[in-house]
């Protein structure tokens, strides 16, 4: 029987979200579509003064710009449902919808980190090679790099998707989760989840982990720059440069790898964790690039007086 007929015995899952309180519903609903808001607010903002300031036209900026767009992407895929459902009696989403949901939270997550570790390999240009940064980091390459992470995070999670496409839901329909990921449709199937377990274990091992070390290696050789400069000043200079992108490093992969190593359970643990690293940090990024880089504060001033 063709897999296209076999899942359907089930068509629909309950996502049980974050409470059951009708009360706490409506606060939490409150709360995130303010998180949402200035989610769309902040980095639409980041997005528009990258683009828009001659000042900020460079490398670094660029991957920014990027990195504002993906966040919109990566909070646009749950948050949305996360919201009709604390509003909703039924809670529920289709299993085409669930398996969509799937897809498109790897392939934004894993844009990010590839774009995470790009961004990194950047750093480490302009510290290390700050004379020939500007032809080692052109616009061929920048362009380049964003394309090459869009494109290996979507056929990552394309793959993933085909191999998790062949399992059968039977009777189970709960999710103990506000969003549809992959560990949480294994607990739902009623076939073999070996393959697609086998799957996004292997991937997350490459493309994430990967990524990781990717980033580890950039800062090792950023440290190693870093200490190897005379003065206090362009030690802490240099520095600061990086400071930023190493924050949000810090929250993406905090987050993200505590959720996925931690066993599938529905604790609040890992719903928080998940929060952190798809609704969050996503609202967090601009902020964490406005407040520590004096270059994106001066364009804010300079916007603000232009059309202000």
């Known amino acids: 029987m063709p897999s296209a007929t076999r899942n359907r015995s089930v068509s629909e899952f309950i996502l049980l979200g974050l409470s059951g309180d009708g009360q706490v ?81 790897f392939a934004t997550g894993g844009t990010e980190s590839c774009l995470l570790a790009a961004m990194a390999y950047d750093r480490y240009v302009a510290i290390s090679s700050p004379l020939l940064y500007g032809q080692v980091m052109n616009r061929r390459v920048c362009a380049g790099l964003v394309w090459g992470s869009w494109s290996l995070a979507f056929l990552d999670a394309l793959i993933n998707i085909l191999v998790a496409l062949s399992l059968d839901f039977c009777e189970a329909q709960q999710i103990h989760h506000f969003s549809c990921e992959l560990p949480s449709l294994y607990a739902l199937s009623c076939s073999d989840v070996s393959a697609s377990f086998t799957t996004l274990l292997c991937s997350s091992f490459i493309h994430f982990f990967g990524n990781f070390l990717l980033i580890l290696f950039s800062y090792a050789r950023i440290l190693l720059t870093i200490l190897a400069i005379s003065s206090a000043s362009g030690r802490s200079k240099a520095f600061s440069t990086c400071s930023a992108h190493l924050t949000a490093v810090t929250f993406f992969y905090g987050s993200g790898l505590l959720r996925y190593l931690m066993p599938n359970s529905g604790s609040i643990q890992e719903l928080i964790f998940s929060l952190q690293y798809s609704v969050l940090t996503p609202m967090l990024n601009p902020l964490i690039y406005s407040l520590k880089n004096k270059e994106v504060k001066a364009g804010l001033r300079r916007m603000l007086r232009k059309y202000l």
Do not use: W
């Open 25 to 105: 519903q409506a606060l939490l609903f409150a709360l995130f579509l303010l998180v949402y808001l200035l989610t769309l607010a902040g980095n639409l903002l980041l997005l528009l003064l990258v683009r828009m300031d001659p000042h900020l036209h460079t490398p670094m900026y660029f991957f920014l710009g990027q990195l504002s767009f993906l966040d919109l992407c990566h909070s646009s895929v749950t948050v949305p449902k996360l919201l009709e459902n604390l509003l909703s009696a039924k809670k529920t989403i289709s299993v085409e919808g669930c398996l969509a949901q799937v897809f498109f939270v």
